[in-house]
C-alpha cells in the first residue's frame, strides 16, 4: 500500500467503528474526528484523511477499515499483516481478487504499490507459461518483480530448495563478517556474544521456518564455521569426544553452542506442531491436508533419529526443548557409556547446573564476572575433557598429565587460597547484601585443633542460633574422590559435607553449622545447594530481585573455575638454565617461585628430572601460613666460553654470549676512569656504588624494542586488580628493584656512629612483605617463568599485617600501595633498630625505665641513623611548610614528609589579585606570593626537631605596620613590640627567607578552564589563608600578649594560645627520584562522595621546578644553578567504574634495565635533617642559632657542575615500548593512548 495509515479514508473507518464496536464509538470520534496533528520539531504536520503512522491505535483501525475488502477475495492462499498481503492460487482466481482489492481499496483512499509487489511462480512451468501469467499480472501490478527459483523467499524463509542454498550461504557470510569482528573483544565477551547471541538465536528464524534439516551440507559448512571460531576464541582444541560434548546444551554438560545440524529438525517440528491451528485457520480445507503430511513426515524423521523414545504429547508438542532434549540426552549417554571413570565423573560434574552456571555471567568487569584468556581457557578445558597443558614435572615433584587434574589441588598449588577465600567472600558479601552481620574466622570457636570454621554471623540466623559456615573445594577427579564423583553428580563434595559435619559435630547444638563443599568441576553438594537456595531466598526478600538465587551459583561458581586456573598456572616449574656444564646462577626462593628441594636433580630412566632428596613442605597452608622458604643457591662453577660470569658482592648471574658481548661493548665506549665523577649516595644506610653514564646506545631513540623484556600478565586473585595495577608500575620501577635487591639480603653490613664510636650492624634478613615484594619483582623480571604471575605471597603477607586486605572485597588501590610502602619500610626500619639493640646489650623488652639515660640517648641518636630506608631513599620527597602570622609577621618554617602528593582534581579559575596584608620589601616581586620583610630572631633561638624526625628552621617574625607607635591598650603584637624586635635583619638571612618562598622556576601559567597536572600542582602548591575556625595557634602572638598582661589578670587568660590569621604556603623542598602522584577523584556532593568525570591532562615529561622551593639548590643531589627537575612518566593507574565499585588497570612504558647503569645514586634522596641546616648555614646564620637537637649523618661533598645554562640531564629516558595491562591480559599500545587515560596514579621518574 502507498501511505496505508495517512491515505484510509476517516469516514470509512468511523463508519465501520459505529457498526462494529458502538461503545467505542464516541470516543474514536474524538480521536479521529478532525485530522490529527503531527509535531516534528518546531513544524505541525496535520493528517488530511487518515490517521497518523505512529498512532498506538493505528493498526487496529486500519485493520477494521481494509477487513471487508481482503474478505472478499477466494484465492487458496489469502494472508494480511496490516497493509502487507500475500494472496496464492491459480492464475484466474489472483487475477481476479487483484482486480476486486484494487477497486475495494480505492474506493476508501488507498492504492496498491507495484513496485513493491513480487511476483512467485511455480518452478514447474514451461517459460510460455511463466511469461503468459507474469504478463496477465503486470495487466494489475505493473513493474512487479518476478521472483527467481533461488530467490523465492516468504518473509526471509525460503521456499524452495534453491533459495534454501542462498539463504545459507548468506547467513555464512554473515555470520563469517561478524566471527572475524569478535576478534576486537576480549574472549570471554567473545565467547558469550557467539553462545547467546550470534550464533544460533540469529539462525533460528529460518530453521523454525523451512525444513532445512534436508539440506545437511550447508549446515555442516556452518558448524564448521561455528567450531573454527570457537577454538580460535577460546584457544582450546575441541575434537571428537571433546567437541560432542561442548555442543551439547549446558543441562547436558555442554556449553551451550548448539550444532545447527542438531537443531535443524526440533526447530521445524516443534514449529510446525505449534503454527497447526494458525495453518488451519489460514488454508482452505483442500490444503489442509498438506500441512498434515509435512508434520507426519517431520515426525517420522525425528523419530528415525530418537530411536526407542518416545516423541512429546500434548502441548509438549509445541516446545522446541521437548524435540531437542530427546536427541541430546541420547547423545549424552552415549557418551556416558563409552566414557572412562573420569570421563564419567566429568560428564555428570559438569551435568550440575551449578557446574555451569558461570556460562550464564554476563561478562563486566565492574560486576568482576569477566574471566581473562587463560581462566576461560581452562575452563573449558576443564568442562570438556581437553587438554589444558603439555605433560610436564609439577613444581611439587609429580608428573602432571595433559588434563591438568593433579596441578587442581597439588598441594604446591597457589590456587587453593584464592579459591577458598572468594568462596567464604562469596558467602559473607550475599549475608551482608540480605542485612546479616558475619565475620571471618570467628574467634571463640576454634576446635581442639586450634582451627576455626571460615564464618559466623553476629546474630542469629535460624531457630535462635548463629550460622557457622566451613568451605572447602575438593578435586573431582582425584583417586580418593573418583569413585563418588563417578556415582553422581555432586557425590565428592557430598562426602566432604559429611566431613565437614563430623569435624565440628561439637558446635551442633549451639550454632547451626552449614558445610559448603565444591568440587573443582563446579558441582556442590545437596546440603551446600539447599543453603545457598535459602539464601538467595533471603536476598531476594531484601532486593525484590528474583534471580539473586541464580546470580548467587554464577558468583560461586566463578570463584571455583577462577581458583582452578590459578592452580593450572602456578604449579608448573620454571625453566632450569641449561648452559654448558649444567651450572645455573643461583637464586631466590619465594613461595610463588619453584621451591627447590635442597639437593640435585637427578635423571630417571624416562629423562625425567626428579628430586634426590625428599620434597619441601609447601610455603603456606590453608589455614595458617607458615614461615617463608630459606634462600638456596647453587655454588657458582667456571662458566663456559658462551657465557660470562658476574660478581657483585654476593649476586651471581650467568650471561648469554650475547648480552656478555653487549656489556663488554658498552664498557669499551666508558671514558677513563680519572675522568668520571664520583657521585656517592649521601646516606650512609644504604650502600655506595659509582654511576657511570654509558655515553651511547642509552639515550631516547636508540633503543632495540626486540629486546626489551617482556610484560607479564598477574592473576586475579578475586577483585585484586588494584593490586595488579599498582604492582605492574611498581615492577617498572628500576629503582626499587635494585635497591631491594641490594639491602634485603641477610649479612649485610651497615656503620653507624654517636659519640666518636663507631658500631658495625650485620643486618638478618628483610621482613617478610619485603622479601616476597622481592620476590615478586624478581620473578616479574625473569625469562624462566611463563607470561603471568600470582602476587598471592605478597598479598598474604601484606593482609597478615593490614586486615583490610584479607578479603576479595574491592579495595583501593593508592590505600594499597600506602600500606605497601609503609610496612615495607617498617620492616627495613625494624631489622635495623633491632641490631642497634643488640650492639648496645639491649632488647626489645629491656624497661625503659631501668635502662640509664646515656645509654638511652645513645640508642635514639643511631636509631635516627637508620631512620631513611631503602623506601625513603627511592619514593620520600619533602616539602618546606611556610606559616606566616597576619598580626606578627612571625614566619615559621617546618619540612614535612612524603612518600606520595595527593592532588585535587580542579579547573583552574584565574583569582582575583590578594590584597597585601602587611607591608615590606624584597628583591622580587611575585603575585602569588606574599613577601613580608624579615626581623632578627633572638640569639638564643633554637631550631627546632619535631617529633618525626623533620628540622623546622627558626622561627622568623616581623612586626606589622606601626608596629613602632607602642599606642592603644590592645594587647596585639602590632602595637606594642619592643625595639629589640624591631633591628633590621642581616641582609643574608632575609634573602635566604625569601627564597624559600620563591620557586625555582616561573610559575606555571595555566588557561582558564584547563584541568591538567600541572594546575593541580599550582592549585596544590598556591599560598592558602588560615581564619575562621582554621585560624593558626601563634605561639610569639602569645608570648608578645602574655609579656603586656598585669599580674592581676587570671592566669587562665595569660597562658591561653593567641591564634590569628596566616597564610600558609606549601613548596616541594627536596623532589624524590621517583614522584607518585595520586589524583582525588572523589569530591562531595552533598552529604556523599561521588566520582569526578572529568579528563586530567598530563605529560609525558614534564619539570616540576615551578613547584620547588628555590633553597632546594642547597641539596646534595641539585647541581649549582640548576633551573630544571625534569621527571619522566613510566606507570599511570586507570580506575574506570563508579565510586563504590569498578576496575584498575594499568599503563606501564617498558624500557631495559641495563642492570645498574639505570640506577643513578646522585638523584636519591637523603636525610633532609642536615640538609635543611646546612642549607641555613650556607645562608650565613650562626652556629648557635642553628645548631640542632641532634644531628646524625654526613653531608656529602658536592662536585663542581657546570654553568646553568650548560646543565643537561644525564641520560635521556628511553622510549621504550607502552604496554596496558589488565590483569593477565596485556595488550602493546600507543603513547596517545596512555595519555588519553583516566588517571588515577601516576608514577614519574626524575632523570634531572
Known amino acids: ?253 555442554g556449553l551451550g553452542l548448539r550444532q545447527l545440524s542438531d537443531v535443524a529438525l526440533p526447530s521445524y517440528v516443534s514449529s510446525l506442531h505449534r503454527c497447526g491451528p494458525l495453518i488451519e485457520a489460514i488454508l482452505p480445507q483442500e490444503l489442509k491436508s498438506a500441512a498434515d503430511e509435512q508434520r507426519r513426515t517431520a515426525t517420522a524423521d525425528w523419530q528415525a533419529l530418537a530411536g526407542d523414545s518416545c516423541a512429546p504429547d500434548g502441548e509438549e508438542r509445541q516446545r522446541q526443548r521437548a524435540w531437542d532434549s530427546v536427541l541430546a540426552e541420547k547423545k549424552r549417554d552415549q557418551l556416558f557409556t563409552e566414557a572412562d571413570q573420569l570421563g564419567r565423573a566429568r560428564l555428570l560434574s559438569a551435568a550440575a547446573p551449578e557446574s555451569g552456571a558461570w556460562l550464564n555471567a554476563v561478562p563486566s568487569a565492574s560486576l568482576g564476572t569477566n574471566l581473562d584468556h587463560e581462566t576461560l581457557r581452562i575452563a573449558i578445558a576443564l568442562r570438556v575433557g581437553s587438554d589444558v597443558c603439555s605433560e610436564h614435572l609439577c613444581r611439587c615433584g609429580a608428573q602432571a598429565d595433559s588434563r591438568g587434574h593433579h596441578l587442581l589441588t597439588c598441594r604446591f598449588s597457589a590456587g587453593r587460597h584464592p579459591r577458598h577465600t572468594a568462596l567464604n567472600d562469596v558467602v559473607r558479601r550475599a549475608l ?99 543453603f545457598l537456595k535459602e539464601l538467595g531466598a533471603r536476598l531476594a526478600s531484601v532486593t525484590g530481585e528474583k534471580r539473586e538465587t541464580e546470580w548467587l551459583f554464577q558468583r560461586c561458581s566463578l570463584a571455583i573455575i577462577r581458583g582452578n586456573a590459578a592452580s593450572v598456572l602456578l604449579t608448573s616449574r620454571s625453566e632450569e638454565s641449561h648452559a654448558t656444564g649444567g651450572n645455573r646462577p643461583s637464586r631466590r626462593v619465594t613461595p610463588d617461585t619453584d621451591p627447590m628441594p635442597s639437593g640435585d636433580l637427578q635423571q630417571n630412566a624416562q629423562g625425567t628430572l626428579q628430586p634426590a632428596l625428599p620434597l619441601p613442605q609447601p610455603p603456606f ?72 653514564m654509558p655515553q651511547n646506545g642509552v639515550g631516547r631513540g636508540t633503543s632495540d624494542n626486540d629486546s626489551l623484556p617482556k610484560v607479564k600478565g598477574l592473576i586475579n586473585l578475586g577483585n585484586s586488580c588494584y593490586l595488579n595495577s599498582v604492582l605492574q608500575c611498581l615492577s617498572q620501577c628500576h ?32 621482613g617478610p612483605i619485603t622479601k616476597s615484594l622481592f620476590g615478586f619483582l624478581e620473578q616479574m623480571h625473569t625469562t624462566r617463568t611463563g607470561f603471568t604471575v600470582s602476587p598471592s605471597n605478597l598479598l598474604k603477607n601484606i593482609a597478615l599485617k593490614v586486615p583490610q586486605f584479607a578479603s576479595c572485597d574491592q579495595q583501593d588501590a593508592h590505600e594499597l ?102 607591608t615590606g620589601a624584597c628583591d622580587e616581586d611575585s603575585s602569588d606570593h606574599i613577601l613580608v620583610p624579615c626581623r632578627a630572631s633572638d640569639q638564643s633561638r633554637r631550631t627546632e626537631t619535631v617529633p618525626n624526625g623533620m628540622t623546622r628552621a627558626p622561627n622568623e617574625s616581623v612586626p606589622a605596620e606601626g608596629a613602632a607607635s607602642g599606642q592603644g591598650d590592645d594587647p596585639t603584637p602590632t602595637t606594642g613590640a619592643s625595639d629589640e624586635l624591631d633591628r633590621p635583619p642581616p641582609l643574608n638571612r632575609c634573602e635566604w627567607l625569601s627564597r624559600a618562598l620563591t620557586t625555582l622556576a616561573p610559575h606555571y601559567q595555566a588557561a582558564a578552564g584547563e584541568c591538567s597536572l600541572l594546575t593541580c600542582l599550582k592549585q596544590y602548591t598556591a599560598p592558602e589563608l588560615l581564619d575562621g575556625n582554621n585560624k593558626f595557634g601563634c605561639d610569639n602572638c602569645t608570648e608578645l600578649r602574655n609579656k603586656r598582661l598585669t599580674a592581676a589578670e587570671p592566669a587562665s587568660e595569660k597562658f591561653g594560645t593567641m591564634y590569628s590569621n596566616a597564610t600558609k604556603h606549601l613548596l616541594i623542598y627536596s623532589p624524590p627520584p621517583v614522584l607518585t602522584i595520586h589524583l582525588k577523584w572523589f569530591e562531595m556532593s552533598g552529604s556523599s562522595l561521588r566520582k569526578v568525570n572529568r579528563h586530567v591532562q598530563f605529560c609525558e615529561r614534564f619539570d616540576l621546578a615551578p613547584f620547588c622551593s628555590s633553597i632546594s639548590q642547597d641539596l646534595p643531589q641539585m647541581r649549582d644553578g640548576q633551573r630544571q627537575v625534569l621527571y619522566s612518566l613510566f606507570g599511570v593507574v586507570e580506575h574506570s567504574g563508579r ?41 650565613g646564620q650562626c652556629a648557635t642559632q642553628i645548631q640542632p637537637e641532634a644531628t646524625y649523618g654526613s653531608s656529602p661533598a658536592r662536585a663542581s657542575q657546570p654553568e646553568a645554562d650548560e646543565l643537561k640531564p644525564d641520560m635521556e629516558p628511553e622510549a621504550g615500548r607502552w604496554f596496558h595491562v589488565s590483569d593477565t591480559q596485556v595488550t602493546e599500545v600507543t603513547l596517545d593512548r596512555v595519555l588519553r587515560a583516566s588517571a588515577y596514579m601516576l608514577f614519574y621518574e626524575r632523570f634531572l
Open 432 to 530: 551482608d547484601s540480605a542485612r546479616i552481620s558475619a565475620i571471618l574466622e570467628p574467634h571463640g570457636v576454634e576446635l581442639r585443633d586450634g582451627k576455626r570454621p571460615d564464618g559466623m554471623t553476629l546474630f542469629p540466623f535460624s531457630d535462635g542460633k548463629s550460622l557457622l559456615w566451613d568451605a572447602t573445594c575438593v578435586n573431582s577427579y582425584a583417586q580418593s574422590r573418583l569413585s563418588a564423583a563417578a556415582t553422581a553428580a555432586g557425590g565428592a563434595a557430598k562426602a566432604a559435607e559429611e566431613e565437614k559435619r563430623r569435624k565440628y559435630a561439637h558446635l551442633c547444638p549451639r550454632y547451626r553449622f552449614e558445610p559448603i563443599a565444591f568440587e573443582t568441576s563446579g558441582s556442590c553438594g545437596p546440603a551446600t545447594k539447599a
Open 735 to 766: 629503582y626499587l628493584t635494585h635497591y631491594l635487591d641490594i639491602n634485603s639480603r641477610s649479612g649485610r653490613k651497615a656503620a653507624v656512629s654517636a659519640d666518636g664510636e663507631t658500631m658495625e650492624l650485620v643486618l638478618p634478613e628483610a
Open 1139 to 1179: 565510586l563504590t565499585s569498578g576496575h584498575y588497570t594499568a599503563y606501564v612504558r617498558v624500557r631495559r634495565r641495563h642492570s645498574q647503569l639505570t640506577v643513578n645514586p646522585a638523584l636519591l634522596t637523603t636525610l633532609v635533617t642536615d640538609a635543611f641546616a646546612l642549607a641555613c648555614e650556607r645562608a
Open 1 to 253: 500500500m502507498k501511505n496505508a495509515f495517512n491515505s484510509v479514508r476517516r469516514d470509512h473507518f468511523l463508519r465501520l467503528a459505529r457498526e462494529h464496536t458502538p461503545s467505542l464509538y464516541r470516543l474514536l470520534f474524538q480521536a479521529y474526528g478532525q485530522p490529527t496533528p503531527l509535531c516534528y520539531g518546531s513544524h505541525l504536520i496535520t493528517s488530511a484523511t487518515g490517521i497518523q503512522q505512529g498512532d498506538p491505535c493505528g493498526p487496529a483501525v486500519f485493520s477494521l477499515a481494509i477487513d471487508p475488502i481482503i474478505r472478499t477475495a477466494g484465492s487458496q492462499l489469502n494472508c494480511w499483516y496490516l497493509d502487507d498481503g500475500t494472496l496464492g492460487g491459480d492464475i484466474d482466481t489472483v487475477c481476479t481478487d487483484l482486480q476486486g482489492l484494487i477497486s475495494g481499496m480505492n474506493s476508501v483512499g488507498l492504492d496498491i504499490n507495484p513496485m513493491k509487489c513480487e511476483i512467485i511462480l511455480p518452478a514447474d512451468l514451461s517459460p510460455d507459461q511463466s511469461a503468459a501469467a507474469t504478463e496477465r499480472l503486470h495487466e494489475w501490478i505493473p513493474g512487479a518483480t518476478v521472483m527467481a527459483t533461488t530467490d523465492q523467499t516468504l518473509l526471509g524463509a525460503p521456499l524452495t530448495e534453491a533459495a534454501a542454498e542462498l539463504v545459507t550461504l548468506h547467513k555464512k557470510t554473515e555470520l563469517s563478517r561478524l566471527l572475524e569482528r569478535l576478534h576486537c573483544l576480549d574472549s570471554h565477551s567473545a565467547f558469550y556474544l557467539l553462545r547467546n547471541a550470534l550464533w544460533l538465536p540469529k539462525l533460528q528464524y529460518v530453521l523454525r521456518a523451512a525444513p532445512l534439516y534436508r539440506q545437511p551440507a550447508p549446515l555442516h559448512e556452518l558448524d564448521a564455521l561455528m567450531k573454527t571460531a570457537v577454538t580460535s576464541l577460546t584457544n582450546v582444541r575441541l575434537e571428537g569426544d571433546c567437541w560432542e560434548q561442548a555442543v551439547l546444551p549446558t543441562r547436558y554438560g
Open 817 to 918: 600501595l600506602r600500606e605497601l610502602m609503609q610496612q615495607t619500610r617498617l620492616e627495613d626500619l625494624q631489622r635495623r633498630q633491632s641490631q642497634i639493640l643488640l650492639g648496645l646489650g639491649l632488647s626489645a623488652n629491656s624497661d625503659s625505665i631501668e635502662i640509664h639515660d646515656h645509654l638511652k640517648a645513645r640508642a635514639e641518636t643511631l636509631s635516627r641513623q637508620v631512620s631513611h630506608t631503602t623506601i625513603d631513599t627511592i619514593f620520600s620527597g619533602q616539602l618546606v611548610s611556610a606559616v606566616v602570622c597576619q598580626a606578627c609577621t612571625e614566619r615559621t618554617y617546618h619540612l614535612e614528609s612524603f612518600l606520595d602528593l595527593s592532588l585535587p582534581v580542579v579547573d583552574y579559575k584565574p583569582s582575583r589579585p590578594r590584597k597585601q596584608c602587611v
Open 621 to 692: 597452608k590453608s589455614q595458617h601460613p607458615e614461615g617463608q622458604p630459606t634462600e638456596q643457591s647453587t655454588p657458582p662453577q667456571e662458566p663456559s666460553s658462551s657465557a660470562l660470569l658476574t660478581q657483585k658482592g654476593d649476586d651471581v648471574c650467568l650471561l648469554d654470549s650475547c648480552t656478555a658481548n653487549r656489556i663488554a661493548t658498552l664498557q669499551a665506549q666508558q671514558p677513563p676512569p680519572s675522568l668520571l665523577k664520583r657521585q656517592i649516595t649521601p646516606s650512609s644506610n644504604h650502600e655506595c656504588t659509582d654511576y657511570k
